[in-house]
């Protein structure tokens, strides 16, 4: 019969291999959805903490998509975190009508929602399919399908700006 510290030691060593498994993908999808200058490894990391605290990832359906819900989410967090500190921080120390742009072509992507960078990221990168990105976002597939359209659309505007001014 076993104990509970030994099926504790069972449960790590299963953890173990299925954060190993999935890390490279979870890694990838990161860096997309994940503001510029951001560690893609510290996102991840952070979703795996925060999942454990819940319990073991063996109780997961499928931890990979739970996993990747819980990075958008913290993406997503981080954006607006950054986004007040930003606006309060130009608002103190910026001269009245001076702006200091210095784009560059990741920085344009930037400029879509994390679950828009997502949506096209898991398409266009990873090839899922609509369905597929529903489930795995939890959303529907027609908000799948709305996002990648607006986000396609803004890419292609923000690319006319930025070639004809």
């Given amino acids: 019969m076993e104990t509970s510290e030994?099926?504790?030691?069972?449960?790590r060593g299963r953890d173990?291999?299925?954060?190993?498994?999935?890390?490279?993908?979870?890694?990838?999808?990161a860096a997309s959805v994940g503001p510029v200058g951001g560690e893609?490894?510290?996102?991840?990391?952070?979703?795996?903490?925060?999942?454990?605290?819940?319990g073991s990832l063996t109780r997961l359906e499928d931890p990979n998509q739970?996993?990747?819900?819980?990075?958008?989410?913290?993406?997503?967090?981080e954006v607006r975190r950054?986004?007040?500190?930003?606006?309060?921080?130009?608002?103190?120390?910026?001269?009245?009508?001076?702006?200091d742009v210095y784009d560059s072509d990741t920085r344009l992507l930037d400029i879509l929602a994390p679950a828009t960078r997502a949506v096209l990221y898991l398409s266009a990168i990873e090839g899922l399919?609509?369905?597929?990105?529903?489930?795995l976002l939890g959303i529907s597939e027609v908000a799948v399908r709305v996002r990648l359209m607006r986000g396609r659309r803004q890419l292609k505007?923000?690319?006319?700006?930025?070639?004809?001014?």
């Fill in 6 to 11: 030994q099926t504790a030691m069972v449960d």
């Fill in 16 to 29: 173990r291999d299925i954060a190993l498994r999935v890390y490279p993908g979870l890694r990838r999808f």
């Fill in 40 to 54: 893609p490894d510290d996102l991840v990391q952070e979703a795996l903490r925060r999942t454990l605290q819940g």
């Fill in 66 to 77: 739970f996993l990747r819900r819980v990075i958008l989410n913290l993406a997503r967090n």
């Fill in 82 to 99: 950054k986004g007040r500190e930003s606006a309060a921080l130009l608002r103190a120390t910026e001269p009245e009508g001076h702006h």
């Fill in 129 to 135: 399919s609509s369905r597929n990105i529903a489930e």
């Fill in 157 to 165: 505007s923000i690319y006319e700006d930025q070639v004809d001014p």
